[in-house]
């Protein structure tokens, strides 16, 4: 099988937003995100839809951009059915799909799904040992399909180093991009995700930051990150410190979030998927990224 030639881009849109709309409507503005040039739409599996579903309606409304999972639940279908997800989708649009595999969360997993979770990191070797002898009885497809990991953690990240293509980190900073390419080497997709608020008044901007990454910080998996990134118990009450908000969520104008991007970048990120917030979360920030393309795509 030949090796993949997918492309990237040097940026991308992660959304959640999708699931509150109409599939053509998703359709529509999918096509709009190709035609501005992003690379890639990220989005990710809680209780919206199904993931590799959700993957192929955004394929069949797009012709040339990356569709990506960030992530699909590995706890959501067994592993013969996502490798033959996979491949049905890498198969029927060549080059374009990337499958993001993550262990997702204690409540997601137990409390909503009904599962047992176990280790993260094992749980997910074993899952890959699984993909990979799966049996897949269809037509194949004609270049090797590319996944990434869901990786915050050193263990989770040689992981992806050494069993994936790469790393999707969500909720971090560039600090955390350095150590994550220092691990992974030179050669894996290091793809972060990066909240961003186009917003220059302090008090709004970091209440918008709040709102989104208070959820977050219920969840060990991000908090145990943030406290290896050097913050404490403090930076997580009510809603998240300055501090805390300012390193993970990029806020102010245009230039603060170009600068944010390239701090990735030069820390090593290969692509970067820009989550925008806003006031409204529900609301498609169409706005916001037709004019962050003009600025960081086209300027």
């Not at 917003?199 to 991000?222: M, S, V």
């Not at 908090?223 to 390193?247: A, C």
């Not at 969520?249 to 944010?260: C, K, M, P, T």
């Amino acid at each position: 099988m030949a090796q993949s030639s997918i492309q990237l881009g040097p940026v991308g849109i992660w959304t959640r937003q999708f699931d509150d709309y109409p599939a053509a409507k998703v359709q529509e503005v999918a096509a709009e995100l190709e035609q501005l040039g992003f690379g890639a739409i990220w989005f990710g599996e809680a209780t919206g839809r199904e993931a590799l579903t959700h993957a192929g309606v955004l394929l069949a409304g797009t012709k040339r951009i990356v569709i990506a999972t960030g992530i699909a639940n590995i706890y959501a279908r067994d592993p013969v059915a996502m490798a033959a997800g996979q491949k049905t989708l890498a198969e029927a649009y060549p080059d374009r799909f990337v499958l993001g595999l993550g262990v997702s969360h204690v409540p997601l997993v137990e409390q909503l799904r009904g599962h047992r979770y176990e280790k993260p990191v094992a749980t997910m070797r074993a899952y890959l040992d699984a993909m990979d002898r799966a049996p897949y009885g269809a037509v194949p497809p004609s270049t090797k399909p590319i996944r990434v990991l869901a990786a915050l953690g050193p263990k989770m990240l040689q992981l992806a180093a050494e069993r994936a293509d790469g790393a999707h980190p969500y909720n971090v900073n560039p600090e955390h991009t350095a150590q994550a390419r220092k691990i992974l080497g030179q050669g894996p997709y290091l793809c972060p995700e990066q909240a961003v608020v186009l917003e220059t008044d302090p008090t709004k901007a970091r209440k918008i930051g709040r709102n989104f990454l208070g959820f977050y910080l219920g969840l060990p998996n991000y908090t145990n990150n943030f406290l290896r990134l050097g913050f404490d118990e403090s930076d997580f009450k009510n809603g998240g410190s300055d501090r805390l908000i300012d390193s993970i969520i990029a806020w102010g104008d245009l230039s603060a979030v170009r600068n944010r991007i390239r701090a990735h970048q030069s820390a090593g990120a290969d692509h970067v998927c820009i989550q925008v917030l806003n006031a409204i979360p529900q609301s498609l920030p169409l706005a916001e990224w037709r004019v962050l393309a003009s600025a960081l795509l086209h300027a």
